[in-house]
């Protein structure tokens, strides 16, 4: 059986996905690409790659002749290594969120219409945490009725990412805005919502006060608001600084019938649901990011079982020659939202339209 060529590009969130595609009956990790050396030589014997299948420059790695390539790198290199994977003529999983600016945005969208015959697929793990699996299930059932508000608060201390605590250097996160950093919000949330869509926005937060540096990285907080097509409400709190242990990564969805909220601590908590008709009052959910039925081989991704269902809905996309359910469209919807809302705070609170290009 003829396997499909694996290529990955960024030690660490690459390499992780990697290992799932080396367990997967259809595929085998054939290349590895990144900037370190040491890492690369490290990995390659991981997968057992010889020294020629090992690319520290992203341009000759894409000679490497990859049917799919696997984009683990930083926001601000996926519009180039996506359009770059593509015109080579690679089916692409890139992780979030799509791109760091509108132009990258449009420059993948343009890719996607041009290369019909491959995939690409943003790899949002929060849409297949176990919990968001469930709830997906529950909203589609027609069991939470319309759904009319939602939120995300996602509060991420990662000081460290944005400058080096110690030599005072500057990392890539230090122009990423909070809100930019949407997609693990907004996707799950997207996701009970598969007929709806986000147009307008506003949001609140520009100072840096916690860390007092300049660049939209150390913003202290930033709270986005969020209208969709059909009317609902979605509120997303997003930080990268706040003094916060644990972290917190919370969500709530009302509809029609019912809500469904998590804990407030990170992914794995006790929650509580309440549905008309089922309940007769809030009751305590299990909230995990692990499938208790999933093989053990599951976790080896990450984040519980989530990108273990990521991948194989991925290829199985590409087998059956189906629609990616984190398509480039979907994938902008988590996306240019964030975008446009810090936009939206900088100019003091206004409300902005979401420039829907790729829906036109």
Not at 3 to 27: E, N, S
Not at 92 to 102: R, W
Request: hydrophobic content about 40%; charged content about 25%; glycine content about 10%.
């Amino acid at each position: 059986m003829k396997k499909y060529k694996v290529g990955l590009v960024g030690i660490g969130r690459g390499t992780a996905y990697g290992k799932l595609f080396a367990r997967h009956p259809l595929t085998e990790v054939t290349a590895l690409c990144d900037i370190s050396e040491s890492a690369l030589e490290r990995h390659g014997r991981d997968f057992g790659l010889a020294d020629s299948s090992l690319y520290s420059k992203y341009e000759d790695f894409l000679g490497a002749g990859c049917d799919i390539i696997v984009l683990g790198t930083p926001m601000p290199y996926h519009a180039e290594q996506v359009v770059g994977a593509m015109d080579a003529g690679a089916h692409v999983l890139s992780e979030v969120t799509a791109a760091s600016d509108l132009d990258g945005c449009v420059a993948i969208w343009r890719a996607v219409k041009r290369h019909p015959e491959l995939k690409y697929m943003m790899a949002e793990n929060c849409c297949y945490m176990a919990f968001a699996r469930d709830w997906r299930e529950i909203a589609l059932s027609g069991r939470l009725g319309n759904i009319y508000y939602a939120e995300a608060d996602y509060v991420h201390e990662i000081r460290n990412l944005i400058i080096d605590a110690v030599t005072g250097e500057e990392k890539w996160r230090v122009n990423r805005a909070p809100l930019h950093y949407c997609s693990h919000s907004l996707g799950p949330l997207l996701g009970m919502m598969p007929d709806d869509y986000i147009v307008r926005c506003t949001a609140s937060g520009n100072r840096a006060t916690v860390l007092n540096h300049e660049g939209d990285g150390f913003i202290d907080m930033q709270v986005g608001l969020f209208q969709t097509k059909k009317g609902a409400t979605i509120k997303v709190l997003r930080s990268s600084v706040a003094a916060r242990k644990t972290s917190l990564c919370a969500y709530s969805v009302y509809g029609t019938k019912g809500v469904l909220e998590t804990g407030r601590t990170e992914y794995n908590n006790t929650g509580l649901r309440y549905i008309e008709g089922e309940d007769d009052a809030c009751v305590p959910v299990t909230i995990s990011t692990t499938d208790p039925n999933a093989p053990e081989e599951a976790k080896l991704g990450g984040h519980g079982t989530s990108e273990y269902f990521l991948v194989r809905d991925f290829l199985d996309s590409i087998e059956n020659d189906t629609t990616p359910p984190v398509d480039i469209v979907r994938a902008l919807d988590m996306s240019v939202p964030g975008l446009i809302a810090h936009e939206a705070a900088k100019k003091g609170g206004v409300w902005m339209d979401i420039p829907l290009f790729w829906r036109e």
